[in-house]
T-cell receptor, first 112, second 114 residues
Framework: LAKTTQPISMDSYEGQEVNITCSHN???????ITWYQQFPSQGPRFIIQ???TKVTNEVASLFIPADRKSSTLSLPRVSLSDTAVYYC?????????????FGAGTQVVVTP | EAQVTQNPRYLITVTGKKLTVTCSQN?????MSWYRQDPGLGLRQIYY???????DKGDVPEGYKVSRKEKRNFPLILESPSPNQTSLYFC?????????????FGAGSRLTVL
């Protein structure tokens, strides 16, 4: 299982772009990178998933370099409602599928 | 609406009194799992199930039991709860294939053991 490392917290102002980097040096060939968002006392919510290069959806972008040893979640023009904890999950969809290890997450605080 | 439903949402109990937290999903997902969340420790996996009658331990299985007799249900059983099991619990499910790591989580069950 790939171990992930994220910053504990990040602060930002409304309208800025927030970039959260997750390190996963021992990522395996079949591993995908998935990001979740969690508000207090709610279950985590899927944001975006990628394997390599760049993935973009209506909420965020995910940048994955060629060596895949890290990934960066980019939240464009954040608002107060983006204040949450963000988790990076690295896991295979085939090998040892099902045993997931989430890290401690990154607390993002957006202020006016 | 596609969802994972957990019950109860809140529970206060006493040490040693058996309890069950139910989890049900309506998406026909093969995979289901349980997590506990404690301050500063993120999400830790308790048990998971790849399909009916197939379960396996996660990182923190001690003190918990699970069963998967039906595809839609995956109850978490605390045979003899202790105060160190006071936590916020989440159930999640996903389908096999490329979306296997796209988990749908329940709203959570906050358990207090006195």
């Amino acid at each position: 299982l790939a171990k992930t490392t994220q910053p504990i917290s990040m602060d930002s102002y409304e309208g800025q772009e927030v970039n959260i980097t997750c390190s996963h040096n021992n990522i395996a060939t079949n591993d995908y990178i998935t990001w979740y968002q969690q508000f207090p006392s709610q279950g985590p919510r899927f944001i975006i998933q990628g394997y390599k290069t760049k993935v973009t959806n209506e909420v965020a972008s995910l940048f994955i370099p060629a060596d895949r040893k890290s990934s960066t979640l980019s939240l464009p023009r954040v608002s107060l409602s983006d204040t949450a904890v963000y988790y990076c999950l690295v896991a295979s969809t085939t090998d040892s599928w099902g045993k997931f290890q989430f890290g401690a997450g990154t607390q993002v605080v957006v202020t006016p | 609406e596609a969802q994972v439903t957990q019950n109860p949402r809140y529970l206060i109990t006493v040490t040693g009194k058996k309890l069950t937290v139910t989890c049900s999903q309506n998406m026909n997902h093969e995979y289901m799992s349980w997590y506990r969340q404690d301050p500063g420790l993120g999400l830790r996996q308790i048990y998971y199930s790849m399909n009916v009658e197939v379960t396996d331990k996660g990182d923190v299985p001690e003190g918990y039991k699970v069963s998967r007799k039906e595809k839609r249900n995956f109850p978490l059983i605390l045979e003899s709860p202790s105060p160190n099991q006071t936590s916020l619990y989440f159930c999640a499910s996903s389908a096999r294939g490329s979306g296997a790591n796209v988990l749908t989580f329940g709203a959570g069950s906050r358990l207090t053991v006195l």
